[in-house]
């Protein structure tokens, strides 16, 4: 039964808002808690739930993505049969040029999935984290006899500003998803649909192959919602840490939110022995100098540390001068923050320079970010 579920993941995403650290690189690539990519929480997931086929979508932008998973071998997905595939962009004679949503791309890769010996799809973004075992999940699929299954994650209060972000779902006593609010005006129910879902194999191409025939390019608001009274669909709650990543300050918050050891140890896996894999680089430790002051944040190897660092994530080969400090930042691979600078509330994408007695400061609810390359 292990072995009869795919993974679909998508390495984009046309409804996230990233800015600057889309610019260059997948959704799927962009960098999280100091040596992870987004993609690597649902990868992870997969894998260790005993899905050996996986297969990623890659519509543009994908050079970063492809040279962080490689074959797939830090996943142990580098095998002779199944294993990780990167699914390149359709020839535009099968997709439109611009892919619009869900459907145009899983039928761009009909064939891949045709081809796979799997009967089950596992399908899902790449841009929500959590840790989750998928075999639980799917046996309860099967034993419910639904059609499709729909994750959700319970919010209860949900600010009106955020229902943009959200997908709500209304279930029965049962766990029978009766309705969907896609993006709602108001807050009428608290399942919000985690963008993950399973589905048998055949069921999906016919309801995607229909909806291409009929100009519709949306899972949930063009096949989910529609098929709601032909076919059965069926709830099941993710009760653990889940933080979804689809704009700069999803971005900022989600990255702090893991200083909390007891977030952390959930989302990477140290408590029911599920871990986060990443592709594994040999660096020198972090060198602390003699006045560095590091508190509640978490460092990469290769760092070289002379100031003042509070609650912050460093990525991999990061420098602190001397008399700079540091407040609320994520700071990615390779930056140079130099002598005396100060920041506050900043993202740097990767290699920014600072140079010396720079300030810059942001707001908790507005965080500053700086593009990949940057001097300032």
Known sequence: MKNDMLGLIFAENPEVSMGELVGRRALAAVPFGGRYRIIDFILSNMVNSSVINVGITTPHNYQSLTDHLGTGKAWDMDRKNNGLFILAPADSS??????????????????????????????????????????????????SEADVTMIYHKIPHIPERELKRHILLDADETGRIRDIHVYPAQQKTDLSYMHMFIIRKDLLIDLVDDAVAHGKHFLSKDIFLPQLNHLHFQ?????????????????????????????????????????????????VPTKYGKHAEVSNSIVADGCVIEGTVKNCILFRGVYVGKGASLENCIVMQNSQIMDNCLMENVIFDKEVVLRSGKKLIGQETYPMIIGKGTVV
């Open 235 to 283: 709830g099941y709650e993710h009760t653990g840490v889940h933080l979804k990543i689809d704009d700069i300050k999803s971005f900022f918050n989600s990255n702090l939110s893991i200083l909390n050891k007891e977030t952390r140890d959930e989302l990477f896996g140290l408590k029911n022995d599920m871990p986060i894999y990443t592709k594994v680089k040999d660096t």
């Open 94 to 143: 099968e997709i439109p040029e611009k892919l619009a949503g869900g459907v145009d791309t899983i039928h761009g890769i009909k064939n891949y999935l045709r081809r796979s010996q799997q009967n089950y799809v596992l399908v899902a973004d790449c841009n929500t984290l959590c840790n989750m075992n998928f075999d639980e999940v799917f046996t309860a699929h099967l034993e």
